[in-house]
């Protein structure tokens, strides 16, 4: 699916549910100063042609300042979450990586606003150390989000996951093949 494509699909599945209204340009570049680095342009283009989030999987994508529609519980929107990053020891060397869909437990997808294409990345405290909690996704913002049109969208935190990650052997980081966590490590 093309971005154009991608845009209109989503678009559409906006027109039939309550979203936030779209975010302004000076709210994006507001997110952007705080975390140091560019959204990455599919999630700008999404958040102020779109909606200020909301659209895809689950609750939605968070959005940037302006963002009171609904509010996680885990942060209001993704420049509050780059704001406080700065200030905070372990998360302001890692401000280049946002909150972007909050799942429940402590577990978040985050995006990387150091590449453009959105690579992903999974925040799961649980069961493991704060050094390993953040993990890559064999994911990006695009193909998560053409994935999430679909209403049968696997969370990436799948069903047994819980269960694979005491199977692991320890706490290290993990690999991801396919939407699951690998057998073996790096």
């Not at 283009?45 to 009171?68: I, K, M, Y």
């Amino acid at each position: 699916m093309t971005e154009d494509e991608l845009m209109t699909a989503l678009r559409a599945s906006v027109g039939q549910r309550d979203f936030a209204p779209p975010a302004t340009h000076e709210a994006v570049a507001e997110a952007e100063e705080a975390c140091g680095y560019s959204l990455p342009p599919l999630l700008a283009r999404l958040l102020t042609q779109v909606a200020n989030g909301d659209f895809g999987p689950r609750s939605g994508v968070a959005g940037v300042r302006g963002h009171e529609w609904r509010s996680t519980g885990f942060f209001e929107d993704m420049t509050e979450w780059a704001q406080a990053a700065a200030d905070d020891p372990e998360w302001g060397r890692r401000r280049w990586c946002l909150p972007l869909v909050q799942w429940g437990c402590a577990i978040a997808t985050m995006i990387d606003c150091r590449d453009p294409a959105g690579p992903l990345w999974g925040w799961d405290p649980n069961l493991c150390c704060l050094d390993h909690a953040l993990f890559p996704l064999d994911q990006c913002l695009a193909q998560m989000l053409e994935e999430s049109l679909d209403a049968d969208y696997p969370e990436p935190f799948y069903a047994g996951y819980f269960a694979d990650l005491r199977n692991t052997g320890g706490c290290e980081p993990l690999v991801w093949k396919n939407g699951r966590i690998a057998a073996g490590r790096e």
